[in-house]
């Protein structure tokens, strides 16, 4: 499976934004799906993620709330729209896709994008 990211952007604290995932390879509706996100200096962290069986979708406590993963598995996209950010929001997000159900940890996740940059000015 590839995944392609895009969508990230400059954007005021406050602000919104919706980056997107496209797959291509593999049976999309049969991946789990999520987002980690990377700010410079520290580890990798998730984000949210999405379960192929159409049931857990966990989110990081900075995320819930103000982020909503959404798929359209038409399109073979997984997005993450982005709301109120804030300048500790800046970072590189990655999707990643997995065979298994989606959860929060990096190791169960299969394949990986190339990351798309997003950055929160105050």
């Known amino acids: 499976v590839q995944l392609q990211a895009s969508g990230g952007g400059l954007v005021q604290a406050g602000g919104s934004l919706r980056v997107s995932c496209a797959a291509s390879?593999?049976?999309?509706?049969?991946?789990?799906m999520g987002w980690f996100r990377q700010a410079p200096g520290k580890e990798r962290e998730f984000v949210a993620a999405n379960s192929w069986t159409g049931g857990s979708t966990p989110y990081a406590d900075s995320a819930k709330g103000r982020f909503t993963i959404s798929r359209d598995n038409a399109k073979n996209t997984v997005y993450l729209q982005m709301n109120s950010l804030k300048p500790e929001d800046t970072a590189v997000y990655y999707c990643a896709a997995s065979r298994g159900v989606a959860t929060s940890t990096r190791a169960s996740f299969d394949y990986w994008g190339q990351g798309t940059l997003v950055t929160v000015s105050s």
């Open positions: 390879g593999g049976t999309f509706s049969r991946y789990s």
